[in-house]
C-alpha cells in the first residue's frame, strides 16, 4: 500500500504539471474559438490541422528514446553512460532533421498544403522540444515532479501570455508605441499563435539548458544499439498512435469536400476538446505510472499492485466520464467562444470513452514493457491504427467527423482487448474483471441515459453521478480507509 501512495502522491504532483497546463490551455481554446480572434471555424481548422502534424513529428522526433531511457536508466549499472548516450542521439538526430525540413521546406509545405511560413515557424518549434525530452525524463526518472511541474506550467503560462497580447492586444496598443507598430501585422493571427508557441519552447530549453552543461558526454555504441533496439517498436507504436490520435483531422481534410473541410475539422477539433478532461487524468496517470512499473518491476509480488492501479483508475476514470457528460453543455459555454463550432457536440462522449479505453490500454501495456516484448506494442498500435484507417476513409464521407469519433473509440478498444489477450498469455496479471466490467457499464450507460436521453436535464444527470460515486464508496470504503489510514 505504500507504493501505491507514492505512485498516487507523484501521479498527482504530475497531474498538477498537466492538468494546470491544459487548464490554461482550455482559455487558449476559448480564446482561438471566439470570432473576434480567428476570422471563421475554418482559420481554427488550419490551426487544427498544424498541430495535427506536430503531434506525428514530436513522436519521430523522440523515436522511443524516452521510454529506452527509462528502461536503461533503472537496468544498467552505469546511470552517466544512459544519460550521455540517449542526449547524444537526440541532439545529432533532431539537429540533422531540423536542417533537412529547412532545406526542404518549400516542397513540404506543398506536399501537405500548409503555407511554408507556418513549416518555418514549426521547424523551430519541433527542434527545441526534442531537446527537452531527455532532460524532462531525467527529472521523472529521480523522482522530481515538482520542478517539472512548475517548468511545464510556466512554458504554458508563457504560451497563454503571449497569445492573449498578439491576438488581443498588440493592435490595440500599437496606436501608443512605434515600436509595437513595427511588430504588428494585420492577418498575422495563426502565425502568432505560432510565434507564442516558439517563445514558450525557447525559454523552456534555456531552463533546461543546466542539464547539458553537468553531464558526461560519453556515447556508447553497444548501449545505443540495444536502446534502439527497444526504443524501434516504441517508436512504431508511436506514430500508430499519433495516427490513431490526429490523423483524422488530416482525412477529413482529404476525405470532405473542400468548402466545408477546413469547417469541419474546426467544429471537430474544439469540442474534441471537452474529451480532454479524460486526456488530462490519463496523461497525469502514465508519466506518474511509467517510472514506477519499471522501478517496482523486481518487488514483491508486483503484480498484485499492477492489478489494484487498474481498479483505482477505471473507478476515477468512469467518474470523470460521466461527470463530465453531466455538464458537458455548461462546459461548452465556457471553453468554446463561438456557438458555430456547438454542431460537434454529439462526439464528446465517444471521445471521452475513447480515451478512457486508451487509459485501459496504457494500464495493461505493462507485460510488454516488463517483459521487454517492446514489438507487441508495436503491432497492437499499428493495428489500431489500421482500424482508425479504414473506419476513417469508410464513415467520413458518411458521416463526416462522427465517424472520425467512432473510428477513434474502436481503435482504442480493440488494442485494450488485444493488449489484455497477449498480456494474460506473457505476464498473466490477476486483475479484477468482474469489478472493471461493472464500473465501466455502470458509467457508460448512466452517461448514455444522461446525454441522449435526458441532455439538460441537470436533475437526471446529476442523480446518476451521485448514484454512481455513492456505489463506489460503498464497495470501496474498505479499501479507501486503508488508504488513508497509511497516508
Known amino acids: 500500500m505504500s507504493t501505491l501512495k507514492s505512485l498516487f502522491k507523484q501521479t498527482f504532483i504530475y497531474g498538477l504539471a498537466t492538468v494546470l497546463p491544459r487548464m490554461l490551455s482550455f482559455l487558449l481554446v476559448r480564446l482561438h474559438t471566439d470570432e473576434s480572434v480567428l476570422k471563421s471555424v475554418a482559420d481554427y481548422g488550419d490551426v487544427s490541422l498544424i ?8 513522436v ?30 537526440l541532439i545529432i538526430s533532431s539537429i540533422l532533421f531540423f536542417l533537412f525540413v529547412l532545406v526542404f521546406q518549400n516542397q513540404i509545405a506543398q506536399f501537405i498544403d500548409i503555407k511554408a511560413e507556418y513549416v518555418n515557424l514549426v521547424i523551430w518549434i519541433l527542434l527545441l522540444d526534442a531537446l527537452v525530452i531527455i532532460p524532462f525524463a531525467w527529472l521523472r526518472a529521480n523522482a522530481r515532479p515538482i520542478k517539472y511541474a512548475i517548468i511545464k506550467i510556466l512554458n504554458v503560462a508563457i504560451n497563454l501570455g503571449l497569445n492573449l497580447f498578439l491576438l488581443l492586444w498588440l493592435k490595440d496598443l500599437t496606436t501608443e508605441s512605434s515600436l509595437l507598430a513595427n511588430i504588428y501585422k494585420p492577418n498575422f493571427e495563426i502565425n502568432y499563435i505560432f510565434i507564442a508557441n516558439l517563445v514558450a519552447s525557447a525559454v523552456t530549453l534555456l531552463i533546461m539548458l543546466p542539464f547539458y552543461f553537468k553531464i558526461q558526454y560519453t556515447f556508447n ?5 540495444q536502446m534502439m533496439r527497444y526504443a524501434f517498436p516504441v517508436l512504431i507504436a508511436g506514430v500508430a498512435f499519433s495516427i490513431n490520435e490526429t490523423f483524422d483531422r488530416i482525412l477529413l481534410d482529404k476525405l470532405l469536400p473542400e468548402n466545408i473541410a477546413k469547417t469541419e475539422i474546426g467544429m471537430y477539433s474544439a469540442c474534441y476538446k471537452l474529451g480532454m478532461f479524460m486526456t488530462l487524468f490519463v496523461t497525469a496517470y ?24 487498474l481498479e483505482y483508475f477505471v473507478i476515477f476514470g468512469s467518474a470523470i466520464l460521466l461527470g463530465v457528460v453531466v455538464f458537458a453543455d455548461v ?29 485501459i490500454y496504457h494500464n495493461l501495456s505493462v507485460w510488454y514493457k516488463i517483459t521487454d516484448r517492446t514489438k507487441f506494442g508495436a503491432y497492437i498500435s499499428v493495428f489500431g491504427a489500421i482500424i482508425t484507417l479504414l473506419l476513417n476513409f469508410w464513415l467520413i464521407p458518411k458521416i463526416s467527423f462522427v465517424g472520425s469519433a467512432l473510428a477513434t473509440l474502436s481503435a482504442y478498444a480493440s488494442m485494450t482487448i488485444i493488449s489484455y489477450y497477449f498480456g494474460k498469455k506473457y505476464y498473466p496479471i490477476p486483475y479484477n474483471l468482474k469489478k472493471i466490467s461493472w464500473y465501466l457499464l455502470l458509467s457508460i450507460g448512466l452517461s448514455a441515459i ?11 444527470g446529476i442523480s446518476a453521478l ?22
Open 51 to 58: 498541430y495535427s502534424y506536430f503531434v506525428l513529428f514530436n
Open 60 to 89: 519521430i522526433l523522440a523515436y522511443g528514446m524516452e521510454t529506452a531511457f527509462f528502461r536503461f536508466f533503472h537496468k544498467e549499472t552505469h546511470i552517466s553512460k544512459v544519460i550521455g548516450t540517449s542526449s547524444i542521439s
Open 221 to 225: 555504441i553497444n548501449l545505443w544499439k
Open 286 to 309: 502514465k508519466l506518474g505510472v511509467e517510472p514506477y512499473f519499471f522501478s517496482h518491476a523486481n518487488t514483491e509480488n508486483p503484480k498484485k499492485n499492477y492489478a489494484r492501479i
Open 331 to 359: 462546459l461548452k459555454v465556457i471553453l468554446i467562444g463561438d456557438e458555430a463550432y456547438w454542431q460537434a457536440m454529439l462526439i464528446v462522449p465517444i471521445i471521452l470513452l475513447a480515451n478512457l479505453c486508451l487509459g
Open 450 to 460: 444522461s446525454f441522449y436521453g435526458f441532455r439538460g436535464n441537470y436533475v437526471v
Open 466 to 487: 451521485i448514484v454512481f460515486l455513492g456505489l463506489v464508496f460503498q464497495l470501496e470504503k474498505k479499501e479507501l480507509k486503508q488508504l488513508l489510514k497509511r497516508s
